[in-house]
């Protein structure tokens, strides 16, 4: 079940939007208009707050630093270029300088394994659902720490960062189909390690 959650999630928060629409977004974030950024915010908020809280580990520093990425773009988006790799990519790379400051300020190694929030998939105001859901992240962080680093990699970058495959192909230094590929096999290890702690919520 939670699996499938996942899956549908990355399905239904993935649609990317098409060049032309990206490109008109830019052209009007460029001009500082405040509702192209309100867009860019509600869009890509939630993968970069993800995807820092997991590099940081501290919910209040990744905010703080989720804050930052913003604060840069509108700066610098007179220097991004659309070349295919997508203004989230672009966002994400600016999380990824920030973060590696932080690692070169503590002189330290990121905490792992990956740590999932109740908020980053919503269980509604049910709360047997919510206790469910609950059960069911101490299994699937016990499961992430049997995964290899790869694996736990794409996981992240997928469905924490919520990027597309070709991102993270360019961000891995990995075709697309190898992306697939890493993806597909994670997956697969993750199932049989929720298997093997007895996970009964699989689809």
Do not use: C
């Amino acid at each position: 079940m939670l699996i499938l959650t996942l899956l549908q999630a990355l399905h239904d928060s993935l649609e990317p939007a098409g060049d032309h629409d990206e490109v008109a977004l830019v052209e009007r974030a460029r001009k500082l208009d405040n509702a192209a950024w309100q867009v860019i915010y509600d869009r890509y908020y939630s993968r970069l707050y993800g995807y820092l809280y997991y590099r940081v580990g501290d919910a209040d520093l990744a905010e703080e630093l989720t804050a930052q990425v913003f604060e840069r773009a509108v700066k610098h988006i007179g220097r991004y270029r659309h070349q295919g790799s997508g203004l989230g990519a672009w966002l994400n790379r600016i999380a990824q300088n920030l973060a590696n400051d932080v690692y070169r300020r503590r002189k330290a190694r990121p905490p792992e394994p990956l740590e999932l929030q109740e908020a980053w998939i919503d269980s509604g105001d049910d709360p047997a659902a919510a206790a469910i859901q609950q059960e069911s992240y101490r299994y699937l962080h016990a499961a992430l720490a049997r995964l290899t680093p790869d694996q736990r990699e794409v996981i992240l970058l997928r469905f924490v960062a919520r990027m597309t495959s070709p991102e993270i192909g360019r961000r891995l230094g990995k075709t697309t189909g190898a992306v697939k590929a890493l993806q597909h096999r994670a997956l697969a290890a993750l199932r049989r390690e929720l298997e093997a702690l007895n996970y009964h919520g699989l689809p």
